[in-house]
């Protein structure tokens, strides 16, 4: 069995339909879009590639090699193509290539694709994914994740791209639980542990901007609380989004109820959001809510009645 077949039991991005995902958007104005890098393609260690076989590492460095050459010589298509060998391979470099290359297109030649962007990204997560954390590439890592939170940011849409946002939000999950074990930080330099914020910063604000769309304003809320918290990492796309979360936090706060929202009567559980904001929070102690006058009457009776004497005895 192939590396490439046993990759596609997990993620197999021919099963996804990109058009199926992502409406085709040429001209956006107002939306930077990353221009793809001339940098080598080789990684310096390609035992970062996660194959065990000698074979198919030598292999993969040769397609990596020559796509490098093809781009060199704007013979894009061809470059395209063996980078596509490349990730049949196995290798998370050459998704992550495919997935730049789509997603900021190549002057005239290679036009903007979004959906397959998304598709190549993920499939570039799910590869990275399967190698130890401590062999990770940062530098890798943080590119598709900073490429897969701009198409979250300003491409897509949470209910017509539900599918694949889903499959994002799962594998982004996995990559900043990972990130989270010591092993993935124990021999890393200063420079790596920014990168490893910047990544971990991008998928709190991935995971905000889900939380907000689908109402669930108090996980949102934390998440950019979350954002807020990782501070600035030196890497200027991550800085940007600690910025936006203050103003994410500053927007979310008041449409968060500070009590929980059952009624401390009679145990009333509101769960819908327009049942939450139809309770009624004590005015006195502001730490219990009521489901009506009568069991806000009841409340006060019982708990504040006679606290006005007790200051007095005081």
Request: hydrophobic share 35%.
């Amino acid at each position: 069995m192939t590396m490439f077949s046993v990759i596609s039991k997990c993620f197999n991005p021919r099963s996804l339909n990109p058009r199926r995902f992502l409406t085709f958007n040429k001209n956006r104005d107002g939306i930077s879009k990353p221009k793809p890098v001339m940098t080598t393609l080789v990684p310096p260690d390609f035992e970062n590639e996660g194959n065990d076989n000698t074979n198919t590492t030598l292999k993969i460095v040769e397609l990596l090699s020559e796509a490098e050459e093809y781009l060199n010589t704007h013979e894009y298509t061809r470059a395209i193509t063996v980078l596509q060998h490349a990730t049949q391979c196995g290798s998370a470099t050459a998704a992550a290539k495919l997935g730049i290359i789509y997603h900021g297109g190549i002057n005239d030649t290679i036009p903007p694709d979004y959906a397959s962007a998304a598709v190549y990204y993920l499939f570039a997560l799910k590869l990275i994914y399967m190698i130890p954390c401590n062999k990770w590439d940062m530098s890798l890592v943080l590119d598709v994740i900073a490429g897969l939170s701009e198409l979250y940011r300003f491409q897509m849409n949470r209910k017509r791209d539900c599918d694949i946002w889903n499959h994002g939000i799962k594998a982004m999950k996995h990559i900043d639980q990972a990130l989270q074990d010591p092993l993935a930080t124990k021999f890393l330099s200063h420079k790596e542990i920014q990168k490893r914020r910047a990544i971990r910063i991008h998928i709190a604000y991935c995971l905000g901007l889900t939380a907000e769309a689908d109402k669930d304003f108090s996980t949102a809320l934390t998440a950019f609380q979350n954002c807020q918290k990782f501070g600035d990492c030196g890497f200027n796309t991550a800085d940007k989004l600690v910025k936006k979360s203050h103003t994410k936090v500053r927007t979310l706060e008041p449409q968060v109820p500070r009590v929980k929202p059952v009624c401390v009567e009679c145990q009333y559980e509101a769960k819908e959001l327009k049942d939450i904001w139809t309770l009624l929070v004590c005015a006195k102690c502001q730490s219990v809510a009521c489901c009506s006058k009568a069991c806000l009457t009841n409340h006060l009776s019982t708990h504040h009645e006679n606290e006005g004497e007790d200051k007095k005895t005081k």
